[in-house]
């Protein structure tokens, strides 16, 4: 039987399209039984409605006490029997209730090699303004276990792109993003198969 997972998702989605994609095509042991997002005007959220997929707007207008908004998160994921949380391109941190039923369990991809690019303040856009001001010749994703601040937790994998010398931001995120899309299902297929196998 596939494992539950749920993606939690803040602009685009194109990470939970290519998840989605994977799992209608069987080429993932799981079935994305949730898509989460703050932002109740995501494109994520629309792909989700578009594939008959539950979805969910969590945030500090949905609910103004931090705890509260945790637990909320995890009783929505504990309704829809998750087992597994895919952050992809979420922009919030996720509360301590959640981290702690979920530990383990949460992964979040990161168009960078971590530590590097990594933390407050760098996401989206700004990380590949930051690689291409840096004068790196290579930049790539991270997959990794999340804890409790932005971007840490035990690394999974990472995947290495050139960095061109007449790259701009467009060119080098849509590279990253590509090769990031690829690592995530990669990460997320062997961790889910190895945890099937060991009959968790
Ligand atoms: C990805 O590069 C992810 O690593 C970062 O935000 C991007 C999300 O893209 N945190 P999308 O919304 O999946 O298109």
């Not at 998702?9 to 993932?28: K, T, Y």
């Not at 637990?71 to 998750?82: G, H, M, W």
């Not at 301590?96 to 369990?105: D, G, I, M, Q, W």
Request: aromatic share 4%.
């Amino acid at each position: 039987m596939n494992a539950k997972l749920a993606v939690f998702a803040s602009h685009g989605g194109s990470i939970l399209q290519a998840v989605l994609d994977a799992c209608g095509q069987n080429e993932l042991p799981l079935d994305v039984v949730l898509v989460i997002s703050n932002n109740s005007g995501s494109i994520a959220l629309d792909r989700a409605r578009e594939q008959q997929i539950p979805t969910a707007h969590f945030s500090s207008q949905t609910h103004p006490h931090p705890n509260t908004l945790d637990e909320s998160i995890v009783s929505a994921l504990r309704q829809a029997q998750v087992d597994w949380v895919l952050l992809a391109g979420y922009m919030k941190k996720l509360g301590p209730k959640t981290l702690e039923t979920y530990r383990n369990r949460i992964l979040n991809a990161h168009p960078a090699l971590l530590p590097k690019y990594g933390g407050h303040g760098f996401y989206g856009r700004k990380v590949h303004e930051a690689v291409l001001a840096s004068g790196d010749r290579e930049s790539g994703a991270t997959v990794h276990l999340v804890e409790g601040d932005y971007d840490t937790g035990p690394m999974l994998s990472q995947v290495r792109v050139p960095v061109k010398s007449d790259d701009n931001v467009d060119a080098l995120e849509a590279r990253v993003k590509a090769a990031e899309r690829k690592l995530v299902l990669a990460t997320l297929g062997e961790l889910v198969n190895r945890k099937l196998a060991a009959g968790y």
